[in-house]
């Protein structure tokens, strides 16, 4: 019997107004597995992405998370999801332990402060836990978005653009996150426009244009020049 997809996305359209940011796209992401969303800018990544985190309705289409219809029980799945936005997300004037502490107590979580440290530190971030991040660097700003979507361990990890401006450092701490995450059993979801980094992370690929799923390949297939050459082809 072939396991159930803790992510099933069926005829999926997003629409704002006359745009169709999202034209009909059927996903299934599973336990244990990293799949990628690759694409351009404005292939419907980050749209998607905001709809698995129920931050946008869909305008049409089914999307269940772990058999749950976010529709219906929008606050059950958020529960049991770690989304990094692609931008903002942070209060300028809250330190990154603000942050954390914040997000622990909205999720009531015990003896969160160790894990939260760790995650601190394998990104960096352990000498500015206490400064406001209303100075943080582009990057800086993207590994903590890491740090906040992963520290309750979710069932459903979504990382939107999470390399985007990301020193080597935070590129290894963020595919570690990715590692830990597939190892206990969690779907994870990255979202990105760059390739070669994508193929790293996951296992598998769906590649997006236009709004559109145009491929789901295995990581494999899109590496090296031959890759490239493939993925260039799929979105002229």
């Known amino acids: 019997m072939s396991p159930q997809p803790v992510v099933d996305i069926r005829g999926l359209h997003v629409r704002f107004g006359e745009v169709e940011a999202v034209a009909g796209i059927d996903l299934q992401a599973y336990a244990g597995q990293a799949t990628a969303l690759l694409g351009r800018n404005g292939a419907g990544k980050s749209t998607t992405m905001r709809v698995l985190a129920g931050l946008v309705p869909p305008t049409a289409g089914t999307v269940e998370v772990d058999g749950l219809d976010i529709g219906r029980h929008t606050l059950a799945v958020k529960q049991m999801t770690g ?49 406001i991040t209303g100075g943080f660097s582009h990057g800086m700003g993207r590994r903590l978005s890491v740090v906040l979507a992963a520290l309750h361990e979710p069932r459903l990890l979504l990382l939107d653009e ?75």
Do not use: N
């Open 83 to 131: 989304y990094c936005p692609d931008v903002g997300g942070l209060v300028p004037r809250a330190t990154p332990w603000e942050h954390l502490q914040l997000s622990a107590k909205l999720r009531r979580l015990d003896s969160w402060e160790d894990r939260a440290r760790d995650l601190l530190e394998r990104f960096e971030l352990g000498g500015v836990a206490h400064r």
């Open 162 to 236: 999470p390399f985007d401006g990301v020193d080597p450092i935070g590129v290894e701490a963020t595919m570690d996150v990715i590692a830990d995450a597939r190892a206990r059993g969690a779907c994870t979801m990255v979202s990105t426009h760059l390739r070669e980094l994508a193929i790293q992370a996951c296992g598998e690929v769906l590649v997006l244009r236009g709004g559109s799923r145009v491929a789901t390949v295995g990581a494999a297939e899109m590496a090296g020049e031959e890759g490239a050459r493939a993925y260039r082809a799929l979105l002229d």
